[in-house]
Structure formats: structure tokens, C-alpha cells
């Protein structure tokens, strides 16, 4: 190998090296997003919704609002057949509740507030994170 090929391949490898350690994730330009009504989400289920970058479950409590970004660097984690949730970027794992399970993601997924508006939408909060505990009642 030249010289000038060498200097080439070290540049490229430089230049993923910085790009990897100043990763921010994207800014949030919205933070209260509308998912739809809550007769949308049977009861058992866990459901993507894309714009909110979330999961809407319902179980027997209520309705939740799971946030499906990883907590190591902001990938969105896949959920897994058996349960689970998976990041496809560094390999965590993640509970059905959101624990952490493996790492490198040492916190769990955060659940997010999910309300109902005027329209009787349900809105996804980003911007508040509440206890894992929290759910839109039945009855709201």
C-alpha cells in the first residue's frame, strides 16, 4: 500500500470515529402527538405508532404510552416476538415494561404521558416522562 492510500484510509476511519461520538439524536420539533382514538388499541396489545416514535399498549389498567427510543444513543428498538423490545444499533434489550435487561442501555425505556384532548384523541406527550405505574384510565 502507498502512503497516499494509507493517509486516505486513516482519514475515513477519522472522520467515523467523529461521526460516531458526537451522535445527538434527532431534535423533537413536536412534542404532544395525537395517536388516534383509544377504541384504536385492543386490550393485550402493544402498537407502534410512528409519529409519537412510541408504543400504545393497553392492558388491564389502561392505556400507556411506551417510548421506543433506546436510552443508549437513540435508535428505535424493534419489538420481539417473545416480548421484549430489542435495539437493532448496539444490541440492549429491553423487557416487555421497558426494563433494561441487557446492556449497553443501562436505563429502561421511559413510558410517556398519554391524555385525551378535546376531540377525545389521545395525545402522546414526549417532553414527560411519567412512572411506569401511569395509565389513561378507561373511563377518561
Same mark, same amino acid.
Given at each position: 500500500?502507498?502512503?497516499?492510500?494509507? +493517509?486516505?484510509?486513516?482519514?475515513?476511519?477519522?472522520?467515523?470515529?467523529?461521526?460516531?461520538? /458526537?451522535?445527538? &439524536?434527532?431534535?423533537?420539533?413536536?412534542?404532544?402527538?395525537p395517536?388516534g382514538?383509544?377504541e384504536?388499541?385492543?386490550?393485550?396489545?402493544?402498537t407502534?405508532?410512528?409519529?409519537?416514535?412510541?408504543?400504545? !399498549?393497553r392492558?388491564?389498567?389502561?392505556?400507556?404510552?411506551?417510548?421506543?427510543?433506546?436510552?443508549?444513543?437513540?435508535?428505535?428498538?424493534?419489538?420481539? +416476538?417473545?416480548? !421484549?423490545? +430489542?435495539? $437493532?444499533?448496539?444490541?440492549?434489550?429491553f423487557?416487555?415494561?421497558?426494563?433494561a435487561?441487557?446492556?449497553?442501555?443501562?436505563?429502561?425505556?421511559?413510558?410517556?404521558?398519554?391524555?385525551?384532548?378535546?376531540? !377525545?384523541?389521545?395525545?402522546?406527550d414526549? /417532553?414527560? &416522562?411519567v412512572? $411506569? +405505574?401511569?395509565?389513561?384510565?378507561?373511563? /377518561?
Amino acid at each position: 500500500m502507498t502512503r497516499g492510500s494509507l +493517509a486516505t484510509i486513516a482519514a475515513l476511519a477519522l472522520g467515523q470515529v467523529a461521526r460516531f461520538i /458526537s451522535f445527538a &439524536p434527532a431534535a423533537e420539533d413536536q412534542t404532544a402527538i395525537p395517536v388516534g382514538q383509544p377504541e384504536q388499541y385492543a386490550a393485550g396489545t402493544l402498537t407502534y405508532v410512528e409519529p409519537a416514535r412510541a408504543y400504545i !399498549g393497553r392492558d388491564g389498567a389502561g392505556l400507556y404510552a411506551l417510548d421506543a427510543v433506546c436510552t443508549h444513543l437513540g435508535c428505535l428498538v424493534a419489538q420481539q +416476538a417473545g416480548g !421484549g423490545f +430489542a435495539c $437493532p444499533c448496539h444490541g440492549s434489550r429491553f423487557a416487555a415494561d421497558g426494563q433494561a435487561q441487557n446492556g449497553p442501555a443501562s436505563q429502561a425505556l421511559r413510558h410517556l404521558a398519554l391524555n385525551l384532548n378535546q376531540d !377525545g384523541q389521545m395525545v402522546v406527550d414526549r /417532553s414527560r &416522562p411519567v412512572t $411506569p +405505574a401511569t395509565r389513561l384510565a378507561e373511563d /377518561s
